[in-house]
């Protein structure tokens, strides 16, 4: 017998009619009962399983940990990605700083460990518990340990490794502490800045070059055609970098000892105690990578002319490199600045003299559009002044740095100029930091390696 429901005549309606409140009551508990049974299994189920296993249920969320250990300060990031989709988006960038960096504890490697304690604790607090097993921490030195004598490096290496896997509960292994090699910075930095750009994707005309100085390195990357990179003197200058679902060739090259720190040290090398590039009014002893250099003011005073020159032979333009018509400087090979090179962007230590220099006019500004004659017009003008006077017409610099301005803004220009072979009127951004989602993130290498770790 089919039994139905067509509304007031049904067989179901009429037998509803004969029952009592009462019954009605009980059949209603009844049915709420049966219902209720699978609903409190499936919550006692949820809550017997692991923290983070629910949240890995719900969550699309990953998390990277970036130390930067560099020759001046150690710095970390710690990244938030949604991977809604399979694509790392980012979501944001929790940063801080420090200083010294690890090689000022050269001589106690425990002690250059324990310094990144502040700096791994932010990471604890900013990662939520139920994602610290799963997130991958690295720290990667850069120049200035690469510049420490007799194995100094591998000991600070090896104790920071104890650190991170007996202090934090992080995701690493033997090959999370390392040096990182200046190519793989730049690459991490090319990456990096075209990622926060939303320049991936397309073309290498779309695509931007960087140009990253620090403290004791220098390195500039930009896409090239096919053409290019089998053209190149060597491999090691072509790296295979991938974003925005594209495939690329990424011209890289770093030249370890011509940051501007290093590069400081190099220019007054090359002329000696008596040098154009420094004040009348100063004389001491330049302390870097072990080695102190003494230093004075030339005897026919400062010159922004000589200056330059005395850092233009310092970078060794002349030194041939094997495909002569493309050379940049100290022997290497330019990469021939195809379309990829067509719009440049200029970090780290031209952002600071920059700014310090009036050059980028803004204060709250992180990034400005200008041109390497700029730093030649700003050490014209700084080259003509005492340290004394470089502290009062420009409050920014540091005491410790007003004696080297006039050097500093001249190895600037050099460098772009005389170096990589940029026309000085040709257009560039100098950035410390790219807006991406109303955010202001760093366009620095440590985002790049992090996409690099979770890829």
């Known amino acids: 017998m089919k039994i139905g429901v067509k509304g007031k005549s049904g067989l179901m309606s009429r037998y509803n009619s004969r029952e009592t409140t009462a019954e009605k009551l009980w059949r209603f508990r009844g049915v709420l009962f049966l219902v209720s049974i699978p609903i409190l299994l499936i919550c006692a189920v949820m809550?017997?399983?692991?923290?983070?296993?629910?949240?890995?249920?719900?969550?699309?969320?990953?998390?990277a940990i970036v130390i930067d250990a560099g020759s001046t300060g150690s710095r970390v990031h710690i990244f938030r990605f949604n991977t809604a989709?399979?694509?790392?988006?980012?979501?944001?960038d929790t940063f801080e700083q420090l200083k010294p960096g690890l090689s000022a504890y050269a001589a106690n490697p425990e002690?250059?460990?324990?310094?990144?304690?502040?700096?791994?604790?932010?990471a604890l607090a900013t990662v939520p518990a139920d994602h610290h097993k799963s997130t991958t921490v690295e720290v990667r030195a850069?120049?200035?340990?690469?510049?420490?004598?007799?194995?100094?490096?591998?000991?600070?290496?090896?104790?920071?490794?104890?650190f991170l896997k007996n202090s934090y509960p992080f995701k690493c292994d033997s090959k999370s502490v390392s040096i990182l090699d200046g190519a793989d910075e730049g690459a991490f930095a090319w990456l990096t800045l075209n990622y926060l750009l939303g320049h991936l994707g397309g073309g290498i005309e779309k695509t931007v070059a960087a140009i990253d100085m620090g403290g004791g390195s220098i390195q500039m990357a930009y896409a090239v055609d096919d053409a290019t990179a089998k053209a190149a003197p060597s491999k090691d200058y072509i790296y295979k970098l991938a974003g925005g679902g594209k495939s690329y060739n990424v011209y890289v090259?770093?030249?370890?000892?011509?940051?501007?720190?290093?590069?400081?040290?190099?220019?007054?090398?090359?002329?000696?105690?008596?040098?154009?590039?420094?004040?009348?009014?100063?004389?001491?002893?330049?302390?870097y990578g072990g080695k102190d250099v003494p230093v004075g003011s030339h005897p026919d005073g400062q010159s922004v002319d000589r200056c330059m020159e005395v850092i233009t032979s310092s970078?060794?333009?002349?030194?041939?490199?094997?495909?002569?018509?493309?050379?940049?400087?100290?022997g290497a090979w330019g990469g021939g600045m195809g379309p990829g090179a067509s719009k440049i962007y200029v970090s780290s230590y031209f952002f600071d003299r920059g700014m310090e220099s009036s050059i980028i006019p803004n204060e709250d500004a992180i990034s400005w559009d200008s041109h390497p004659v700029k730093y030649k017009e700003a050490a014209r003008q700084a080259c003509s002044m005492s340290a004394e006077q470089i502290q009062k017409v420009y409050p920014k610099v540091q005491p410790d740095h007003a004696p080297y301005f006039c050097l500093d803004l001249s190895y600037a220009y050099s460098m772009l100029v005389n170096g990589f072979r940029i026309p000085e009127d040709a257009p560039m951004t100098i950035v410390s930091q790219i807006t991406y989602k109303?955010?202001?993130?760093?366009?620095?290498?440590p985002l790049g390696a992090a996409i690099n770790s979770l890829s």
């Not at 989709?85 to 944001?92: I, Q």
């Not at 770093?254 to 420094?278: F, T, V």
Request: aromatic share 6%.
């Open 253 to 287: 090259r770093s030249q370890l000892n011509y940051g501007l720190m290093a590069g400081r040290k190099g220019a007054l090398e090359a002329q000696g105690a008596q040098h154009s590039c420094i004040p009348g009014d100063f004389s001491g002893t330049y302390k």
């Open 47 to 63: 809550l017997m399983m692991p923290s983070t296993s629910m949240h890995s249920s719900f969550s699309d969320e990953k998390f």
């Open 438 to 445: 109303g955010d202001n993130l760093e366009a620095q290498w």
């Open 142 to 162: 850069t120049a200035g340990l690469r510049l420490l004598p007799d194995g100094q490096a591998d000991g600070i290496l090896k104790a920071v490794r104890a």
């Open 315 to 330: 970078l060794k333009p002349d030194e041939p490199c094997g495909k002569q018509a493309a050379c940049s400087f100290n």
């Open 85 to 92: 989709g399979g694509a790392l988006d980012l979501e944001s």
């Open 111 to 122: 002690e250059s460990a324990a310094s990144l304690k502040p700096l791994l604790d932010k």
